[in-house]
């Protein structure tokens, strides 16, 4: 199968296509992503909190996440392959973070791009100091600007970013524009007004990818547990619920469990095994 390169990416973005993300786990959520034919998988350190139940990203194992890129990497589809650095992966020193950006790159031939949280380039020289490094070393990196769930201390929690004044906005915008400059080849704006969404995407000739930031952007990106409902917990208001997976999932197994306490399951016309009689009277005999 012949997988979807930057290029691709880039001719589509140049025709005007919007573009669609979509988060995966493991070797299933990845063979979903594939099939849905979306342009792209991120495998998105999110998966902290709706794979293994940790309670924000930031908990997230460097080896635990490796296991799980390596899981979405086995699978043969058309998706192109983005992998996030989780925290603690990349923050002590350029060294640590080139080595471990290395590293993930070379998990699998699948992995062509990393995405890397950062705040603005106005506040945080070290991130942008670091994808230059990598974008110098032939790593393509998708930045990760607006909320960045990582830096959700910082930001003193979950809210919309570049709101509150035109200086929030412009550093934004400067942002954008200077990973652009550095040879970033699109950029990931999370939960930033339509308006300033929009504006950037407009100004900019990098793709942009969008989640909770309006219909202007280049794409969009989805976490694959939040669209499919996986397990009817509370999502943002910017998701949109494509269908109810954990309902689905639970009620099938209520009634399987039903369904053997009655004894109704298996039938043994469907689910069983016949021996030939001849084989039979012989033993009994
Ligand atoms: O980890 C993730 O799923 C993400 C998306 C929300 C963009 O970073
Ligand atoms: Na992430």
Redesign the pocket.
């Known amino acids: 199968i012949r997988r979807i390169t930057i290029q691709d990416i880039q001719k589509k973005y140049k025709n005007g296509t919007h573009l669609t993300?979509c988060?995966a786990y493991d070797y299933i959520t990845a063979n979903w992503v594939h099939k849905s034919q979306c342009d792209m998988i991120?495998?998105?350190?999110?998966?902290?909190m709706?794979s293994l139940g940790y309670d924000s990203?930031t908990d997230l194992p460097f080896d635990e996440f490796k296991y799980h890129v390596k899981s979405v990497c086995r699978t043969r589809g058309p998706s192109l392959i983005v992998v996030?650095m989780p925290f603690g992966s990349f923050e002590q020193s350029l060294e640590f973070g080139i080595s471990n950006a290395v590293e993930l790159m070379k998990l699998s031939s699948g992995v062509t791009s990393l995405?890397i949280?950062m705040g603005t380039y106005a506040k945080d020289k070290y991130t942008f100091q670091l994808i230059k490094e990598l974008c110098s070393r032939g790593i393509p990196v998708m930045p990760?600007i607006g909320l960045t769930?990582q830096r959700a201390h910082s930001l003193s929690g979950f809210k919309v970013q570049a709101s509150k004044d035109a200086t929030a906005i412009r550093d934004l915008y400067e942002t954008a524009l200077k990973l652009q400059e550095l040879g970033c080849w699109s950029c990931?704006l999370?939960c930033v007004p339509h308006k300033v969404a929009s504006f950037i995407t407009s100004k900019l000739r990098i793709p942009t990818?969008g989640?909770g930031a309006g219909g202007g952007t280049s794409g969009q990106?989805?976490?694959v547990a939040d669209m499919l409902d996986m397990q009817n917990n509370r999502v943002p208001r910017f998701v949109k619920k494509y269908n109810s997976l954990e309902n689905i999932a639970v009620e099938s197994l209520k009634k399987y469990n039903e369904d053997v306490t009655t004894n109704t399951f298996p039938e043994t016309d469907l689910h069983a095994f016949k021996v030939k009689e001849d084989v039979w009277q012989d033993f009994v005999s």
């Open positions: 993300m988060t991120l495998v998105g350190d999110s998966l902290a709706t990203t996030d995405k949280e990760h769930p990931l999370e990818i989640i990106v989805l976490v």
